[in-house]
């Protein structure tokens, strides 16, 4: 049993933010699409590109790469979490997923544009390992902090992760625009080599919120007979929410809200790289002035006393 409101529970907590956030902002969104749209423009001499003997536009292919993974994410996650929830596994349906996710981030290092089908492979591993993990970390807010403080402790853990992120994209660019004076034979072997960092920077430091975060024992044992209980737990979710039609509208509007935010976050790489003709250090700084702006909110909201509103 977790000690709720423990300050060093809360941070090993939080710290899970710090070492995931730099896959989405790294790879979903400052740097990974550009060097794919690249890449995959110089090795088949522009933007129609051979995947498994059909011809598709690099842009597109991605965006339905990264669509399909979360789909994937949509129809696994209750299932899973429901076994989670019925089985005490949490922690492990964390960690299978962040090493999924981390791992094919590493991968990325060998994607060199011709292998295409290898590079949305482990584009497609490396958004599920990352939505995957996101669900059991959330679900485990409850259990580290008391209602009255759970958005402060939300928020707290977004700021550390704009925070990490900044850092390790800041590295990333410094590695690019010197990469002769690092040893790289050049920009795009120093792009590659920070696929690397952001998949060990993720499995390192997650490593802090394993150690502290503890599985809550049901006395349940893994079995294939688990699975039906979970389906049976993810109906009872969906018999309550029904039966609540304020919480109903709620996601529904949330739903809504997240699919268009989520879709912008992910696309607009490719959008000023296609539309506005955005080069790849002007898309990066203002990626950066984004982060600092998401550092002052979200540290803003962690200050407000939102328990006295």
Do not use: H
Request: include cysteine; charge should be neutral.
């Amino acid at each position: 049993m977790l000690e709720k409101n423990n300050k060093r529970l809360i941070n090993a907590w939080a710290s899970f933010d710090w070492s995931n956030s730099v896959y989405n902002l790294i790879v979903t969104t400052a740097i990974f699409p550009i060097y794919y749209l690249a890449m995959t423009k110089e090795a088949f001499g522009g933007e129609m590109v051979e995947f498994w003997g059909f011809s598709i536009k690099n842009s597109v292919l991605y965006s339905y790469a990264i669509a399909f993974s979360f789909l994937l994410i949509v129809f696994i996650s209750p299932v899973l979490s429901g076994i989670a929830d019925y089985g005490g596994m949490k922690k492990r349906f964390m960690q299978f997923f962040t090493y999924l996710g981390s791992l094919a981030c590493i991968g990325l290092y060998f994607f060199t544009g011709e292998n295409v089908e290898y590079g949305i492979a482990c584009s497609v591993f490396a958004s599920v390992g990352y939505a995957g993990s996101l669900v059991f970390y959330n679900g485990f807010l409850p259990e580290v902090a008391s209602p009255d403080r759970m958005d402060r402790v939300s928020a707290k853990g977004y700021a550390l992760g704009y925070i990490g992120s900044v850092i390790l994209l800041i590295i990333n660019l410094v590695l690019y625009q010197q990469s002769e004076t690092f040893g790289f034979e050049s920009g795009t072997a120093a792009t590659r080599f920070g696929f690397i960092l952001v998949g060990v920077w993720w499995l390192g430091f997650s490593q802090i919120s394993f150690f502290y975060l503890k599985d809550r024992s049901t006395g349940k044992k893994f079995s294939l007979d688990i699975l039906g209980k979970g389906i049976e737990e993810l109906k009872k979710v969906f018999k309550q929410v029904s039966a609540r039609m304020v919480m109903k509208r709620y996601l529904t509007a949330f739903f809504l809200f997240s699919m268009g935010v989520q879709t912008v976050m992910l696309l607009a790489p490719l959008f000023a790289d296609k539309i506005i003709g955005m080069g790849a250090d002007e898309m990066i700084y203002i990626v950066l002035i984004l982060q600092v702006v998401a550092i002052i909110g979200a540290y803003f909201f962690a200050w407000l006393p939102f328990s006295d509103l």
